[in-house]
């Protein structure tokens, strides 16, 4: 079982940024890809960014592409999400998840993904 706590959400004002971060439990952190998923008020999850476990190869949805990072620490079980230029269509609960796959997938559905954290709140004002 693989528990991830989610820290770092807060409010921000749009074009500035926030970093997300996100514990993992398990010592075996490095047997994971790892993605961020996000939930807007009235919509549904939606995916956007994740990395293999090793951490060599990353995905980001389009509507972050060039404003968010997502970077794995193996040594310390944390996977970051840096957003930058966020806008107000960012606003929205920040999910991190764990899915046990080999280091050549990184997941990009929702329902690929094992474990789930309990959400951050970013909000994003103008």
């Known amino acids: 079982q693989v528990q991830l706590v989610e820290s770092g959400g807060g409010l921000v004002q749009a074009g500035g940024s926030l970093r997300l971060s996100c514990a993992a439990s398990?010592?075996?952190?490095?047997?994971?890809?790892m993605g961020w998923f996000r939930q807007a008020p009235g919509k549904e999850r939606e995916f956007v960014a994740a990395?293999?476990?090793?951490?060599?190869?990353?995905y980001y949805a389009d509507s972050v592409k060039g404003r968010f990072t997502i970077s794995s620490d193996n040594a310390k079980k944390t996977v970051s999400l840096q957003m930058n230029s966020l806008k107000l269509e960012d606003t929205a609960v920040y999910y991190c998840?764990?899915?046990?796959?080999?280091?050549?997938?990184?997941?990009?559905?929702?329902?690929?993904?094992?474990?789930w954290g309990q959400g951050t709140q970013v909000t994003v004002s103008s």
């Open positions: 990395i293999n476990r090793s951490g060599s190869v990353a």
């Open positions: 398990e010592r075996t952190f490095r047997s994971y890809a």
């Open positions: 998840a764990a899915g046990g796959y080999s280091d050549s997938v990184t997941p990009r559905i929702q329902y690929e993904y094992s474990y």
